[in-house]
């Protein structure tokens, strides 16, 4: 089992699989960071975009 870690981790392949993982990983920390930043305002304008909408189609 551990030989065929280390295989893994000895390939190009591999490197290149945990390269794309850190990616995505450093893109979702970043995107919770900014929900957790922004989410407050996106929420406030949203629910005003959808209240202008209901209140012209009465």
């Known amino acids: 089992m551990l030989q065929s870690i280390r295989r893994f981790f000895q390939e190009n392949k591999a490197a290149t699989a945990v390269e794309y993982a850190i990616i995505a990983a450093v893109i979702g920390i970043a995107a919770i960071g900014a929900y957790r930043f922004l989410g407050d305002s996106i929420n406030r304008k949203t629910t005003e975009a959808g209240r ?7």
Not at 52 to 58: E, K, L, R, V
Request: net charge neutral; no cysteine; aromatic share 0%.
């Open 52 to 58: 202008a909408i209901s209140n012209n189609g009465n």
